[in-house]
């Protein structure tokens, strides 16, 4: 059922995930001009706003089992990478924007490979292999093990990549 309530909520999430990434990346600047106090500040307002984007998550009972959960983000991920990207390049293309082109093609080539890791970790749940998960700083790209040469999305050196822990 859906509810004003109800509404309220997932906007209240949207804008709360938001404001996480904004305040992250403001706190990544401040970290470059070297105001180490202003960037913990923001990281510390971007933690508090995953608490509450997490709350309202939960409230909207949209957190459920992990293959559940594993299966709503590979239709995401494919939705991203099939449909909602490839009409924003268009658009991007024909605005002659070529930065926004630009980020949403990096994008768009990396929700492909967040959707085979999550298809592949659905496939292997409950097997508990461990293995380790890279992120280019540059295009995002989801590595499994560490990179041993550039990146094939943008070209960025292995050195770009960060263990996720």
């Not at 509404?7 to 949207?14: K, P, R, V, W």
């Not at 293309?93 to 659905?122: C, M, P, R, T």
């Not at 590595?143 to 822990?165: L, Q, R, Y």
């Amino acid at each position: 059922m859906n509810t004003s309530t109800t509404d309220n909520l997932e906007e209240a999430f949207a804008g709360e995930s938001m404001a996480n990434r904004k305040y992250l990346a403001f706190a990544k600047k401040a970290d470059e001009e070297g105001l180490k106090q202003v960037a913990k500040l923001f990281r510390a307002a971007a933690a508090a706003e995953t608490v509450h984007a997490h709350n309202h998550l939960e409230v909207l009972e949209e957190i459920k089992s992990t293959g559940e959960n594993l299966k709503w983000a590979i239709e995401g991920e494919t939705f991203e990478f099939k449909e909602m990207y490839p009409a924003y390049i268009e658009e991007a293309k024909k605005e002659g924007n070529k930065d926004a082109a630009w980020s949403f093609n990096l994008a768009n080539q990396v929700e492909q490979i967040h959707a085979g890791l999550y298809k592949k970790a659905l496939d292997n749940l409950g097997s508990n292999e461990e293995v380790d998960y890279y992120v280019c700083k540059v295009c995002g790209n989801t590595v499994e093990n560490e990179p041993s040469g550039k990146c094939p999305i943008c070209g960025a050196p292995p050195s770009e990549f960060e263990k996720v822990d």
